[in-house]
Every structure is written in C-alpha cells, then in structure tokens.
C-alpha cells in the first residue's frame, strides 16, 4: 500500500515507560475489532490548522491543483481524475468499493483543505506518491489497466460533490497506512489539535498484513543516524539506548538515547522507520528494531477502512468513524 506524502472506541489507559533493551510495547491487550454501525457511527503534508466556522454555505470547486514533484509543476485537474490517481496510488484497486470511495473523498477534502490554507496538494507521479498520472497507471497495471481503471473512474463519479466538512469547511482528512490499532492524535504529530483528529480504536489494523516489522541495524548505522540528531554515542553500544514513554496511542513519545530525551517523532525521521509505534534491543552485536503500523497514525486507517467496508460499512460510515464530529456535503 502506497502512503501519501503530504496523510472505533478508545483503546486501554496510557502505557508506562518501559526499557528499549527488553524489546517491549506499550502493554495493550489484543482486542476483537471494534463494532460500528450507521447509526452508532459519530472515526506527506502540511500541519493542520484550526478552521472557523464559516458565515454562509460555501461552495467547493469541481477542479483540483496540485505540485507534481516529478515535473516540478503545478497543474489543474478535474476532481474525478485526481480522486482516481489519488485512490491507485493509496490503495489496491481490488478492495472494497466503500474502502477506495471514502479513500477518495478523504483526498479530495483533504486536497481542498490545504487550498482554503494557501497550500498545494504535493505528490510525486514517477513515484506513485499522493497522485500519479494514467501513463504512470498503464506501465504499473499492464494488462488489468482498463478493467482499474474503469473501476476507480465510476466510482470516482459515485462520489459526486461529496467534500468532508468540520464547521462548514473541508477537513483536514488525513490518512495512512495502518495504525499502531488506535490512530494517533494530530498534536502528538504536528501540534496543532484538531478535534476530528483526536485518535480513535482501529484493532482491525492488528491483523494487517505489515502491522508488525523487525529489521536489524548495525552498530555503525545507528551511530550515524544518532550524529544526525546532534548526539554523540562515545559509550559502547549496548548503553546508548535507554527508556521510553509512550502515548495512550501505543506511539514513542519520548526516549533516551545517549543519556538524553529525544521525540520518538525525530527518532522515527533519523532511523527511516515505518511508525513511531516501535522498540529497539540491543542483541547479539546489533541493533533489532520492531515496528507497528505503518505511516503517521492520523485520521483515516486505511486498512481500517478495508476492514470496515468488508464488514458491511458504507463509506460515508468509514469516514465518520475516522473523523469524529465531520459531516458530508454532495
């Protein structure tokens, strides 16, 4: 699953801090998925904002511009044509209608809330990152690409108008991978809060396939990435980790590392980690680093979504889920 760049109930009490070298998460007992019904439903970029209520109905443009780091450009596009190159580069054209259709108007609101904030929509189309172009889609897909690409087009124009709203105005509907199995709190990442973002339960995550990865890193790479953050790792390597805090998302909050107190945030970006959800051990002459989830952890879990759709949730559902206290305008 591809991230972008820019983007249930709660989960157990907050987690202590506990030693790196033990190799130990945040203790979070596994839990059936959470349970969601219509009427029971309320939930690579710039950092949100807050945005006020609006005095009238707005009204959304049916285009949407982006940067496309590959060409160095900004162009224009119909929404129907950058939901759809947003949808393949984020999610297997295979899954759930429901999945690749909240997936879509998460992108299209998220695109226009970075508009309304004076900002582009970045991707990368060489890459497939955030939104890429039907000649990119052709060489990927081969022979499945008409049957795709006719698939995620009617449902692209199923979407219609719909745009996800808070007080009148598109939501910042940030999405990623998996989650750690609850979804991280915009201010843990960005620091600005956001009432939507506020992290919910998403134990679906846990049974993705990728939730959990263990890589090994010599001595020698961890001492680079350590000089990278300003440290300086003269101790033996088996001293140069020590305890962390954690948040009541399961993520790093803080930890140790040659004897002060780095964000995990900062350790995730120096060590190229998949979440900030992990562990690190000293063993046998390496360092063995386990993460869960993949991505930031806010908004929208896109496994998340895959699990609900295939439970019987519409997208409409899926996005309400993910993001407490929004509604949907067509």
Known sequence: MKRTLLCAALLTALSTAVPFLCL????????????VTPSAAPTAAAQPESTAAPSAAPTFPQTITLHDEASDSDFTLSAVDFM?????????????DDALLAQMV?????????????????????LCSGWTSSEVLQSR???????NMQRLQSLAA?????????????????????????????????????????????????????????????????????EELGLTPDD???????AST???????????LCGQMVSGL???????????????????????????????????????AKAMAEGGAGWEDILGYYFPGTEIAS
């Open 246 to 256: 954690w948040d009541k998302a399961g993520y790093v909050r803080t930890l140790e």
């Open 141 to 147: 897909w081969g022979s499945d690409y008409a049957a």
């Open 266 to 304: 900062e350790v995730r970006k120096a060590l190229d980690l998949r979440s900030t959800c992990f562990a690190i051990a000293w063993r046998s002459g390496q360092f063995v680093i386990t993460t869960r989830g993949y991505g930031h952890g806010v908004g929208l879990s896109q496994y998340g």
């Open 158 to 226: 199923r979407t219609g108008q719909a745009v996800l709203l808070y007080n009148g105005q598109p939501a910042a509907a940030c999405y990623h991978a998996i989650s750690s199995g609850h979804t991280e709190a915009s201010q843990n990442v960005w620091g600005g809060q956001l009432p939507y973002l506020c992290g919910v339960d998403s134990a679906w995550d846990k049974f993705a396939d990728g939730y959990e990865v263990t890589i090994q890193y010599s001595a020698e790479q961890v001492r680079t990435a350590l």
């Open 106 to 126: 998460a992108s299209r609101s998220y695109a226009l809330y970075l508009s309304a904030q004076g900002q582009s929509f970045t991707a990368n189309s060489a």
């Open 84 to 96: 759809v190159g947003a949808a393949a580069c984020e999610m297997p054209a295979t899954w759930p």
């Open 236 to 242: 033996p390597p088996e001293s140069w980790v020590g």
């Open 24 to 35: 130990l998460f945040p203790s979070v007992p596994v839990q059936a998925a959470p349970t």
